[in-house]
């Protein structure tokens, strides 16, 4: 059975930096897209960043310049590493890894870690 652990939540000050893992285990094959979503209380789940297992990488407009996610295919690990994080940037995190095929996908989810951004 495949589980999402994620770590490195916490909480910052702004300005500050986090850096979020997600490890897959329980898994034989690759993840063809890992992604990080977050949801803030009161708001929808909603996309920060995504990367693909050739290296494309997609981010929500307003972490532009600001967040980085890559993965380590070899360990099945994503990582998201937040810079000059904003009050606003204070939300639950969740880790998702894409698996594809011809005319499927199927979505695996983390547990979710806090992150929380004093002003």
């Known amino acids: 059975q495949v589980q999402l652990v994620e770590s490195g939540g916490g909480l910052v000050q702004a300005g500050g930096s986090l850096r979020l893992s997600c490890a897959a285990s329980?898994?034989?094959?690759?993840?063809?897209?890992i992604g990080w979503y977050r949801q803030a209380p009161g708001k929808q789940r909603e996309l920060v960043a995504r990367?693909?297992?050739?290296?494309?990488?997609n981010y929500g407009d307003s972490v532009k310049g600001r967040f980085t996610v890559s993965r380590d295919n070899a360990e099945n690990t994503g990582y998201l590493q937040m810079n000059s994080l904003k009050p606003e940037d204070t939300a639950v995190y969740y880790c998702?890894?894409?698996?594809?095929?011809?005319?499927?996908?199927?979505?695996?989810w983390g547990q979710g870690t806090q992150v929380t951004v004093s002003s």
């Open positions: 329980g898994s034989s094959f690759s993840f063809n897209v």
């Open positions: 998702n890894m894409k698996k594809q095929g011809a005319g499927w996908e199927y979505d695996y």
């Open positions: 990367i693909s297992g050739g290296g494309s990488t």
